[in-house]
């Protein structure tokens, strides 16, 4: 098993662009996540889902958007890339109990 | 609103000695608790759990412990190793949402 994969590991973009985030697992889990880290900021819930065709918002949703179309992927949108989505962003899912995290993608608004 | 915090920053312990991170939660309907191990350019990594129907979980070196009153648990990791160093986070969730609210972490140096 492969758990949880995440593409690009880094990325660049500038101010007003637009990118989506990849994320798979091959666990069979119904639940997945996105977290973003920023520096003395803990982890941050952006969105979550608990089913193919289900999402809901987590703590900071603004500036992104989910869709989850197969119980494996759950790509993260950013449209109008902003510097304040400047962050290290992790995928997760999980099989109720717990998360398993993918290496993240470090992404940088300039 | 921080609704899960972890007031210490940063945390050195020699080698051999007790590791205590603290992680206080304000949200009473919390009622499961994880804690997680984050190296550098990784993504955490879970390391125990503890449901409010317990108060005490053990698993080898690392022990949680869950005051519900003072809304307040406790990681204890004995004996530390170097390995051990990295950064902690403890996370809380009510049973049933599967939504996952995460503290700000601690950086637990353990020096040889």
């Known amino acids: 098993n492969a758990g949880v994969t995440q593409t690009p590991k880094f990325r660049i973009l500038k101010i007003g662009q637009s990118m989506t985030l990849q994320c798979a697992q091959d666990?069979?889990?119904?639940?997945m996540y996105w977290y973003r880290q920023d520096p003395g900021m803990g982890l941050k819930l952006i969105y979550y889902?608990?089913?193919?065709?289900?999402?809901d918002k987590g703590e900071v949703p603004n500036g992104y958007n989910v869709s989850r179309s197969t119980t494996e992927d759950f790509p993260l949108r950013l449209e109008l890339a902003a510097p304040s989505q400047t962050s290290v962003y992790f995928c997760a899912s999980s099989p109720g109990t717990g998360c398993f995290f993918g290496p993240g993608t470090r992404l940088t608004v300039l | 609103d921080q609704q899960v915090k972890q007031n210490s920053p940063s945390l050195s312990v020699q080698e051999g000695r007790i590791s205590i991170l603290n992680c206080d939660y304000t949200?009473?309907?919390?009622?499961?608790f994880l804690w997680y191990k984050k190296y550098p350019a990784e993504g955490p990594t879970f390391l125990i759990s503890?449901?409010?129907?317990?108060d005490k979980n053990e698993d080898g070196r690392f022990t949680v412990f869950l005051n519900k009153s003072a809304k307040h648990l406790s990681l204890h990791i004995v004996p530390s190793q170097p390995g051990d160093s990295a950064v902690y986070f403890c996370?809380?969730?009510?049973?049933?949402?599967?939504?996952?609210?995460f503290g700000t972490g601690t950086r637990l140096k353990v020096l040889a």
């Open positions: 889902s608990v089913g193919a065709g289900i999402t």
């Open positions: 996370a809380a969730s009510v049973s049933g949402t599967y939504k996952y609210i």
């Open positions: 666990m069979n889990h119904n639940y």
């Open positions: 949200n009473s309907m919390f009622d499961y």
């Open positions: 503890i449901s409010s129907i317990k």
